[in-house]
């Protein structure tokens, strides 16, 4: 039986709030050739021969579960299979109707992409990489991972990430590690988001797709009574 946690806002929401009052708004993909794991990529449009995008809204995978003392958070498990991270039908119109790991995106077998977790991954734990992407999409996409880390070092390593524009903090009673950017060639936003907290690491990245929320539902998943 999972523990279902009280939602509150944070200060990182907030953060995340006053971005996507820029006036980005979600948009759909444009075609373009397929793309590497989780990387996105620049393509032109089929009908014009130029780069084509559309705004989007502010990634928003941030947590908002309160902390509660004295609960032990530390019963992490990595879900069997992708439809396991994620509720069923809740994130159809953000990101879930896209292929999943498709392989002219993920590759075939799957290539799970270095990130911040690779340092302190344990050698026999288990993981899962998720990618939600049309191979025809320009930019638009978002991935998943779920990994075994060292719960002694993962937190340390996470911190490493705040010299390079992360904001870190403590949330769920974990630490999220997290950077909204603007994509360098498109006009949409970038999200990257990393939240460790016994030995899971949950990594979430993506592109010109709205989320708020996501961490939550991932979280609901992986950390059970």
């Known amino acids: 039986m999972r523990r279902r946690a009280r939602t509150t806002t944070s ?13 980005l708004a979600l948009s759909g993909c444009a075609q373009s050739a397929p793309a590497g794991p989780g990387t996105p990529s620049a393509t032109t449009a089929e009908s014009t021969g130029t780069p084509s995008a559309s705004p989007s809204s502010t990634p928003e995978p941030t947590s908002t579960i309160t902390q509660v003392p004295g609960v032990d958070y530390d019963g992490g498990t990595v879900p069997a299979s992708c439809t396991d991270l994620i509720t069923p039908g809740k994130w159809d119109k953000a990101f879930a109707s896209a292929p999943l790991n498709d392989p002219s995106v993920v590759g075939d077998p799957i290539a799970t ?5 690779t340092p302190v991954l344990q050698a026999d734990g288990k993981r899962l990489y998720c990618v939600w992407r049309d191979p ?11 990994d075994v880390v060292d719960s002694a070092t993962a937190s340390t390593e996470l911190q490493k990430l705040s010299a390079k524009g992360y904001d870190c903090g403590t949330e769920a009673e974990g630490l999220q590690c ?3 950017s603007d994509n360098p060639q498109y006009p949409v936003t970038d999200g990257d988001t990393y939240f460790t907290r016994g030995d899971i690491g949950i990594h979430i990245q993506q592109s010109n797709t709205e989320t708020s929320g996501l961490l939550d539902d991932v979280m609901e998943h ?4």
Do not use: E, N, R, W
Not at 113 to 117: N, Q, R, T
Not at 136 to 146: E, K, M, R
Not at 222 to 225: G, P, S
């Open 11 to 23: 200060g990182i929401t907030a953060t995340l709030t006053a971005a996507l009052a820029i006036g």
């Open 113 to 117: 992409p270095k990130s911040a977790f």
């Open 136 to 146: 025809q999409a320009d930019i638009t996409f978002l991935s998943i991972a779920v």
């Open 178 to 180: 997290q950077k909204i």
């Open 222 to 225: 992986v950390f059970t009574a």
